[in-house]
């Protein structure tokens, strides 16, 4: 079974879909095959990957309302292992079509459980927001991811994130976990970094992820030409961040099949 990760925070540009392109890259590196499913209409982590989207009519909309079969909006990617189903505006239609209808937190989770023997990890890119399709996200995951920008304000909507899995794991999915809390765009010279850090790691201190993603800018270049970090600069240490988050998540997996023994 795949293991579906939610890479959520309804704080704008704090490092989800950066987060996205570099861990999937990563675990393909670690020899998992990973599924990324763009879902927000901005398209961004579909860009990241070279993706052109404007004019796509295979994408994650066509797939979630019934008017496509999954399998065939997955777009393999220039990463080997790495697959992607990309996203554009089209998504906006997505909220106010089912929201009516009995079950509208469950349509991804109903998707995707066709393919769910396909790969190690399904990557889920939430947008910006906590309505209806990070809802989704939520309710199909086994578990949320969630950035946190070492900037001003990094904490200002935390609480909402932790409000919203709540709600999902008493309401729609009694299994979501908390894969991590990843501290995001961290400057080694910044104190207001160094303060967002402790703060962080003082209240979350199990649930955030040892490593640290610098701001780099190798990051950003590699976005902006459509590939992930680790075939732009491999050795950046950007790249090496992201590849030691994958080796948490790997050993987070570890763990709890010790756990599931040894019960
Ligand atoms: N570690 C980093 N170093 C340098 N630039 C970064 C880093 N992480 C993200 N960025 C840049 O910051 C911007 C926002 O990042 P990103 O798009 O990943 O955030 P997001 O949370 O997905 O945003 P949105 O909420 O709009 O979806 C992008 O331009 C990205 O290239
Ligand atoms: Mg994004």
Redesign the pocket.
Known sequence: MSRVISIV?Q??????????INLASSLAYLKKKVLIIDF?A?G?SSHGYGIDISLLSKTIYEAITGRMDINNVIKKTLVKNVDLIPANLRLTNFESEVSGTNEPFAYLRKTIKKINKKYDYILI?C??SLGLLSINALTASDSALI?VQCEYFAMEGLAQVLATIKKVQSSYNHDLEIEGFLL??YEMRSTLGKEVISQIRGLFKENTFNVE?????S??EA??KGIPVSLYKPTSA?SR?YLQLAKEILENARIREQNNHSN
């Open positions: 925070n704080k704008g540009g704090v490092g989800k879909t950066t987060t996205a927000d901005q961004n890119d947008p910006p950035p995001t765009m993603i610098p701001r780099n800018l990051i950003s976005c902006g950007g961040a």
